[in-house]
């Protein structure tokens, strides 16, 4: 076996261990290599909690929320994809490494509100947030949307 032959077969083992490796201590291996993933909360300021301990009542309760995302190309400015989280939550999203755009999308009554829209009641929002993805796994995300009071 010559020199050559003999790095190749080494080399491939070595990815073959990587990657067993990455199984084993929990990390996702994609067709792209990475992504983004996390958890989506719902921050409700106008809910009292009574609280037990000796500050008395606490404003605001924070539940996990059911909502769409649109994902653009940092650079271009191009929609990638669009995705809705799924229950309790939480969202997975494959994507090629780069640099992206995240756009939460409006929501109200558990529906994303299209432009030009007009409605009567609570809406939550959150704001856009920009993300790096790896090509070695998927980077972690955490969205927290704000209720609003509305018209």
Not at 80 to 105: C, D, K, N, W
Not at 110 to 126: D, E, F, K, N, Y
Request: aromatic fraction near 12%.
């Amino acid at each position: 076996m010559g020199y050559i032959t003999w790095r190749a077969s080494l080399l491939g083992i070595l990815c073959a261990f990587a990657c067993c490796t990455a199984s084993a201590a929990g990390f996702q291996v994609s067709s792209h290599g990475g992504g983004i993933k996390g958890r989506v909360m719902l921050h409700n300021p106008y809910v009292v909690v009574r609280s037990t301990n000796a500050t008395g009542s606490v404003s605001g309760s924070t539940t996990p929320f059911h909502a769409s995302f649109r994902v653009y190309s940092f650079r271009s400015g191009k929609l990638i994809t669009s995705f809705t989280t799924y229950a309790p939550g939480r969202f997975r999203v494959s994507l090629p490494p780069g640099q992206y755009r995240v756009v939460p999308e409006t929501m109200w009554r558990g529906r994303a509100l299209q432009p030009g829209m007009i409605v009567i009641g609570h809406t939550q929002s959150a704001r856009p947030f920009n993300v790096r993805v790896h090509p070695w796994g998927f980077t972690p995300v955490a969205v927290t949307y704000e209720e609003s009071m509305g018209y």
